[in-house]
């Protein structure tokens, strides 16, 4: 359908001239311009009523008269055409076009996040040595960087001093926070850890009032209480329950809320290093970092006498590289499509997907691994998840100004 954008407003005389303009000018051609332009206005469905009020006499003005309405005709026919033809229907169709690419990159997440998760499991089952785990995941995402580098699928970033040090912070917690998860993973049932990490959102609110001097609103500190008793009420019925996994779940909460937060500032900050580019460069530099603290850890533990012992574990040599592979492929995948819609999108749209990715990851590992839940359990985990969703809707309200 097509559509115009009008403008009606009165316009002076075009002539002022008592003579006749139109004596140069053939019959023929003044019927068909303004029969023409005529039928380009009625096409319009947008206007109803057209009223051109010409001064209409029988004198010798008569002709000028009839230019002047026939130039209006004409008017409404150039503008009419100097807005494209289905420029609404265009603008809804870039927001559909939009939407569907970004709910795409949302599934798309959850669903690498979900392989991740049951291939990482059952790889710490048989190989419990966290360290050298994520350090390999960060080496596979390094190959992959250097690779899309190498075949210029993605321009090379330049940086200088200044963003270096800015990002290697940013790659120091995003070393630690993923260290930490491995652990907690590595100790407790996969359902427990995304439980545990369900508290992400208190974290948030501390260090914001800590360090940068934010008050939280009244509905914020509220919708942290469910977080908290949830968490709570999950862990005392939890099964698998384990110090260790528990303390390391809550530190990974700090350190990678504190990186989601100064990746934000910084991807709006410096423009010309895009999402694809930052992360790229933090991979490398994690893996940098935790390669030679891996080894002071655990010493080298790819070794055949390793290889077998994961073997008498339940996974042969084939299947532990192949899941240690695609644990890797999909750690380093899944991260830089939350990345990338992290620039995409708002902090708090970010933290609402994040919760429904933490309700489908603890779902399908649950189903997955068949781990035992108790009804308590389930309570706790929902009412800290549904505490989580309350808090991405509180951040939406604005507290109202003081009136001087």
Not at 127 to 145: I, M, R, S
Not at 279 to 302: E, H, N, Q, R, Y
Request: hydrophobic share 45%.
């Amino acid at each position: 359908m097509e559509s115009y954008a009008l403008a009606l407003s009165p316009s002076k005389p075009f002539i002022k001239s008592t003579k006749n303009p139109f004596r140069k000018i053939s019959n023929r051609f003044s019927a068909v311009l303004c029969c023409n332009s005529k039928k380009s206005f009625e096409k319009s469905s947008h206007i109803r009523v057209l009223s051109l009020r010409p001064t209409w006499s029988f004198n010798k003005k008569y002709s000028a008269s009839l230019f002047e309405a026939r130039s209006t005709w004409f008017e409404f026919k150039v503008k009419s055409d100097a807005v494209p033809a289905g420029v609404g229907e265009t603008g809804n169709d870039n927001d559909m076009v939009k939407n569907l690419q970004l709910g795409l990159m949302f599934a798309i997440w959850y669903l690498l996040n979900i392989y991740f998760n049951i291939y990482n499991k059952q790889v710490l089952k048989v190989f419990p040595f966290p360290a050298t785990v994520t350090a390999f995941q960060f080496g596979c995402g390094t190959v992959l960087v250097l690779l899309m580098w190498t075949l210029n699928l993605h321009p090379k970033p330049k940086i200088d001093k200044s963003q270096f040090a800015a990002i290697f912070l940013l790659a120091l917690g995003h070393t630690i926070g993923n260290f930490l998860t491995n652990i907690s993973l590595g100790k407790v049932a996969v359902s427990f850890t995304h439980t545990i990490k369900a508290m992400e959102p208190l974290f948030t609110v501390l260090l914001s009032t800590l360090f940068l001097g934010e008050r939280p609103s009244l509905w914020v500190v509220s919708s942290l209480l469910p977080i908290v008793g949830g968490v709570a009420l999950a862990s005392f019925t939890e099964a698998s329950f384990n110090w260790i996994g528990f303390g390391s779940a809550m530190a990974s909460n700090l350190t990678n809320q504190s990186r989601n937060v100064f990746s934000k500032k910084f991807m709006v900050k410096e423009e010309a290093l895009d999402n694809i580019n930052l992360f790229s460069i933090i991979t490398i530099i994690s893996f940098l970092l935790l390669m030679p603290a891996a080894i002071l850890m655990d010493g080298v533990k790819f070794s055949p006498s390793y290889l077998r012992y994961a073997a008498s574990q339940g996974l042969n040599v084939k299947e532990f590289c192949g899941r240690s592979l695609l644990a890797g492929f999909c750690f380093h995948t899944y991260q830089q499509v939350s990345y990338m819609i992290l620039q995409m999108v708002s902090p708090v749209t970010h933290a609402v997907g994040n919760c429904v990715k933490r309700v489908v990851v603890i779902v399908s590992s649950i189903i997955f691994f068949q781990t035992p839940v108790s009804r308590t359990n389930s309570l706790g985990t929902a009412i800290a998840l549904a505490g989580v969703f309350l808090y991405s809707r509180a951040k939406r309200i604005k507290p109202k100004p003081k009136l001087s």
